[in-house]
C-alpha cells in the first residue's frame, strides 16, 4: 500500500490565529488528495478535494476563505485553517489517490486540532 | 454511489474469525465494494476492496454475494489489534477523484 503522512500530528492554538496542516505522499505521485474532518464519535466528512495544480473543490458548507487548500506539487497539501475559533477544534484527515493507486484512497494518520 | 447499511456493533473473540456484513442492494454493475478501518485517533486504513469475485488479501478476505447485494468482510484470527470501526463504502470505478462517503460503520470490539 501506499503511505501518507501528516504534520503535525497534534497542534494547540489560541482563537484567532491560522494552523497549517501538511500532508505528503511519501512514495507515490498524489493527483488528487483530499481533507476530510471529524467530530467526536462522528464519521470523517469529506471537506474538499484538491487536484495538483488546481484550485481546490470544497463541499457545501465549507469555507473556502477559512479552509485554505494548497497543492502545489505531487506530493504535498496543505490546509490552512484561517482565523481558527474554538469550533473549528476537530480531527482534520487527509488522502490522497494517483499514480498506481488510482482509484484506492490512502489516509493520513490524522491531524488533532484544539482551538483554546 | 450506493448507500451501505452496517450493524452498528459487534464482538468477537480473540483468535477467531470476525465476519463483518454490509448490504449494499441499490449497488450498480460498476461500483466496487471497500473496506476500511479507523483504529481509535488514527486515520482510516484500507483494507480490501472487490467488484463481484471473491477477494484475499494479507489483511482479509472479500466475500460478494452473487447478486452483489451484500458482502461480508472476513478477519481470519482476529487479535486485540482488530479492534477498530469498519466502513463498508461503495463507490463507482474509476472515481478516483471523487471524495468517500463515510457511514457510521460497525464497531467491531474483539474480546481477549
Partial sequence: ????????????????TSVKIECRSLDFQATTMFWYRQFPKKSLMLMATSNEGSKATYE??????KFLINH????????TVTSAHPEDSSFYICSATGDRFLDTQYFGPGTRLTVL | DAKTTQPTSMDCAEGRAANLPCNHSTIS???????YRQIHS?????I?????????????????????KSSTLILPHATLRDTAVYYCIVRVAGGGADGLTFGKGTHLIIQP
Avoid at chain 1, 500500500?1 to 484567532?16: D, E, F, L, N
Avoid at chain 1, 457545501?60 to 476563505?65: M, T
Avoid at chain 2, 488514527?42 to 484500507?46: A, K, L, R
Avoid at chain 2, 469475485?53 to 447478486?67: F, P
Fill in chain 1, 1 to 16: 500500500g501506499a503511505v501518507v503522512s501528516q504534520h503535525p500530528s497534534r497542534v494547540i492554538c489560541k482563537s484567532g
Fill in chain 1, 60 to 65: 457545501q458548507g465549507v469555507e473556502k476563505d
Fill in chain 1, 72 to 79: 502545489a506539487s505531487l506530493t504535498l497539501s496543505t490546509l
Fill in chain 2, 29 to 35: 454493475g460498476n461500483e466496487y465494494v471497500y473496506w
Fill in chain 2, 42 to 46: 488514527q486515520g482510516p486504513q484500507y
Fill in chain 2, 48 to 68: 480490501i476492496h472487490g467488484l463481484k469475485n471473491n477477494e484475499t488479501n494479507e489483511m482479509a478476505s472479500l466475500i460478494i454475494t452473487e447478486d452483489r
